[in-house]
C-alpha cells in the first residue's frame, strides 16, 4: 500500500509538510528553476500560464473524481489522471530546446501521479496543488 500523501494506513491524516513547507520549495523552484550547463538547452521559469493549465485540468479531474457513486469508478478516470504525466512530457522535452516548463515542474508532475493509485490519493494531490499555487502566486509568480 502507498502512503505518499499519508501518515496513516487508513490514508485519514495528510502528511501536513506536502502542503506547507515541500508546497512552498515546490512553487519556489518552479519560480527560480536551475539552468542547464549547456547554453544551447533552457530551463525556464513556471509562467502563471502554464501553471493554471495544468492546475485547470487538475481540478477537472478532481471534479470528476467528486462526482463518482463509489470508489470502484475510480478506475475509469485514473488513466486520465496518469495522463497528465504525458501532457508535461510534452511541454518539457527532455532536450531543453523547446521547453515550455521547468525540469523541476515535470518531477513534481510525475512523482505527485507516480503516487496516486486511488481517489483519496487524488484528492490529496489536489489539496496540495493547490498548496503549490498558493505559493507560486505568494511567492511572485507571474
Not at 36 to 54: C, E, H, I, V, Y
Given at each position: 500500500m502507498n502512503f505518499y500523501y499519508y501518515q496513516d494506513a487508513n490514508k485519514t491524516r495528510l502528511k501536513e509538510e506536502?502542503?506547507?513547507?515541500?508546497?512552498?520549495?515546490?512553487?519556489?523552484n518552479f519560480i527560480k528553476p536551475r539552468q542547464?550547463?549547456?547554453?544551447?538547452?533552457?530551463?525556464?521559469?513556471?509562467?502563471?500560464?502554464?501553471?493554471?493549465?495544468?492546475h485547470g485540468e487538475a481540478k477537472a479531474l478532481e471534479e470528476r473524481v467528486k462526482n463518482l457513486k463509489d470508489q470502484t469508478e475510480f478506475s475509469q478516470i485514473r488513466p486520465l489522471i496518469k495522463m497528465l504525466k504525458a501532457k508535461v512530457a510534452y511541454a518539457c522535452p527532455i532536450n531543453g530546446v523547446d521547453r515550455k516548463v521547468p525540469e523541476e515542474f515535470?518531477?513534481?508532475?510525475e512523482e505527485m501521479v507516480d503516487n496516486?493509485?486511488?481517489?483519496?490519493?487524488?484528492?490529496?494531490?489536489?489539496?496540495?496543488?493547490?498548496?503549490?499555487?498558493?505559493?507560486?502566486y505568494g511567492q511572485g509568480g507571474r
Open positions: 506536502l502542503i506547507t513547507s515541500k508546497a512552498q520549495d515546490w512553487a519556489e542547464p550547463k549547456d547554453r544551447w538547452q533552457r530551463n525556464p521559469k513556471l509562467t502563471s500560464a502554464q501553471l493554471r493549465k495544468f515535470r518531477k513534481y508532475i496516486i493509485e486511488d481517489a483519496r490519493d487524488f484528492q490529496a494531490f489536489a489539496l496540495c496543488f493547490e498548496a503549490v499555487v498558493g505559493f507560486f
